[in-house]
């Protein structure tokens, strides 16, 4: 797979290319410290991942996942980060990145989220997200939208908080892969989220993960 980093440390992209060195899968194909050359980069290399500091220097990195996700490029984008703010995690959510990790992460952590990246599931810290349901959980105590959920929608809802993709609820369920998407588009449209994301943290935050 093709990787391109973008980071305005020098030190941090070497650390980088030293760990993704490690897997001879992995083919280091550039990188740049800003978002007009990391842009350039992206349209010229077409990686198949971009790893992307959130602060460039006065720039943010997000800035350029904006800008390709609206070209409709292939590239899929991984946010390496010291930030572990909720908010800043929830900006790149929303604009579909697929990773965001910690950069205090280990390098066989880093490793991990990359290939999970490119098999095409999402890779996000686990602190980052044990503290996110945390605040979730504050937010939303006594929360009634769960009440509006038939009980085959909260099995298919915990099913999600366990982290199952779909084939694996159609299997555990008993129904077919076409149903479980229906269940989740239900899900989905009568808890106002716009992923499965924020779907498996409202799950966990509500006792429907046994």
């Not at 810290?125 to 937010?139: F, G, H, P, V, W």
């Not at 929360?143 to 999600?160: G, I, S, Y």
Request: glycine share 8%; aromatic share 6%.
């Amino acid at each position: 797979m093709k990787v391109i980093i973008i980071d305005s440390h020098c030190l941090v992209r070497q650390g980088l290319k030293s760990i993704l060195s490690m897997d001879n899968n992995i083919e280091i194909t550039g990188e740049s410290s800003n978002v007009k050359d990391g842009l350039k980069l992206i349209l010229e290399s077409e990686p198949d991942i971009a790893i992307i500091d959130l602060k460039l220097g006065n720039e943010n990195g997000l800035d350029i996942v904006k800008e390709i996700k609206g070209n409709m490029r292939r590239c899929k984008f991984i946010i390496l980060t010291t930030s572990s703010d909720y908010r800043d995690f929830r900006k790149a959510e929303e604009l579909g990145i697929e990773g965001y990790i910690l950069k205090d992460a280990l390098p066989e952590e880093i490793l991990y989220g990359v290939k999970i990246v490119k098999a095409g599931r999402k890779f996000y810290d686990a602190n980052l997200m044990t503290s996110a349901m945390r605040l979730e959980k504050r937010n939303s105590i006594n929360d009634p939208a769960v009440n509006n959920l038939t009980q085959r929608e909260k099995e298919v809802l915990a099913a999600v908080g366990k982290g199952l993709c779909n084939n694996e609820i159609a299997s555990s369920l008993y129904i077919t892969e076409y149903t479980v998407k229906k269940h989740m588009s239900q899900i989905l449209n009568k808890l106002g989220f716009s992923d499965r994301t924020q779907a498996a943290i409202y799950a966990n935050t509500h006792g429907l993960v046994g």
